[in-house]
């Protein structure tokens, strides 16, 4: 709202993406309010929150580093939209210096989404939500059947398990019972499950003792593998200890898991570069200009041992060999059917379900 009353917006941006501009505007000039109250409603002086304003409007490169207490919270989506939102509309995007910068909570949490491990998403980036994306992975992985809806986030699926929906689960690389909210819920979850499976490289945590099969995983320091960062950048994680006792890879136990179930044809992987080979290829299979997809590291596909243990930190999209970055949306396209930008209509509200007493 205040971008837009001093007239600090980009005429390109406004011209090129106009779609959902005019709502979006609309509402945040009738409910954003003015500096005053949202100083009031923020408890921030009125001089410091105009400051601020006057800093973000007359600074041209822009980044807005926000994290977990923006991601997290009850509208977190929204806030999120919101600062895209301020973004797009005054030209801090697609150029060096400038742009929204998400940190993540975790390490490797953007390596984590990229191969699918979440949830709601499909491997590569893929939508689970799209039908397309899913026919596209589907037939990638020439697989009988595949899920069309969300799975169980982490919260939710520990109250199923606690209710007996869920009558298995195999937990990696994380520690739940110290981890997540509520752990005395965590706790009665797992001892009530039917089969609960750990893989950790400690014998005895909070979670292990709940474990009817404990695995023993690989540490950091024997891990083989890559890990990607927050500005997108691929890093060859090379081990430096060899494995202790009988410690083996995440990959080769899910893979022996998935033979047992009789599927050895398609988890016959000989080794670490096969499995990120086959990433690779995923992220470009059916990715083109009609509808292009952001991730793309199909150039980086191809590679036997010998290349990938040789490979350098990269910036994706890396759609060819040897291409080189570039800063993505620099030419004013994004990743939408039509390559514009999207701008959401956002009301501003307070968290839900909770007075100031509740959470001061």
């Known amino acids: 709202s205040f971008l837009h009353q001093h007239g600090m917006v980009e005429t390109a941006v406004v011209e090129q993406h106009p779609t959902g501009l005019a709502r979006a505007m609309a509402i945040a000039d009738n409910t954003a309010g003015d500096v005053r109250s949202v100083a009031a409603q923020c408890k921030l002086q009125e001089s410091a929150l105009a400051e601020f304003y006057r800093l973000w409007a007359r600074t041209d490169r822009v980044i807005t580093a926000f994290s977990m207490g923006v991601n997290q919270s009850s509208a977190g989506t929204d806030k999120v939209n919101s600062i895209i939102n301020c973004h797009l509309l005054s030209g ?29 998403m499909l491997a590569a980036h893929m939508d689970l939500d799209n039908a397309a994306h899913r026919d ?18 982490a919260v939710d699926l520990f109250e199923k398990i606690e ?12 520690n739940p019972v110290v981890s997540l909210p509520n752990a005395d819920q965590i706790k009665r979850a797992l001892a009530k499950c039917e089969l609960v499976v750990v893989s950790d490289v400690m014998a005895k945590t909070d979670t292990t003792a709940f474990a009817h099969v404990l695995l023993p995983a690989q540490g950091w320091g024997e891990k083989d593998g890559t890990v ?21 890879p995440d990959w080769w136990a899910l893979a022996e898991v998935g033979k047992r179930l009789g599927h050895a044809e ?20 059916g990715n ?14 191809g590679l036997d041992r010998a290349g990938f243990d040789g490979i350098q930190p990269t910036r994706w999209p890396v759609a060819a060999a040897n291409q080189k970055s570039h800063e993505v949306f620099a030419d004013g396209r994004f990743y939408t059917p039509d390559r514009k930008a999207r701008f959401l209509a956002i009301k501003p509200r307070m968290p839900q379900h909770a007075t100031e007493e509740d959470y001061p």
């Open 136 to 153: 596209l992975v589907q037939g990638f992985w020439q697989s009988p059947v595949i899920a069309n809806r969300p799975g169980l986030k």
């Open 92 to 120: 801090r995007i697609g150029k060096s210096g400038a742009g929204p910068f998400s940190i993540t909570g975790q390490p490797n949490a953007m390596g984590g989404r990229e191969v699918g491990g979440l949830s709601n």
């Open 266 to 285: 398609h988890f016959a992987w000989n080794g670490v570069h096969e499995v990120f080979d086959e990433h690779a290829r995923l992220s470009g299979h």
């Open 163 to 174: 209710a007996g929906t869920v009558k298995a689960v195999w937990i990696m690389a994380t």
């Open 288 to 301: 083109d200009e009609t509808t292009p997809r952001y991730f793309d590291i199909s150039g980086m596909a």
């Open 228 to 248: 990607t960062n927050s500005e997108r950048c691929i890093s060859r994680l090379r081990a430096f200890l060899p494995p202790i006792g009988e410690a083996k």
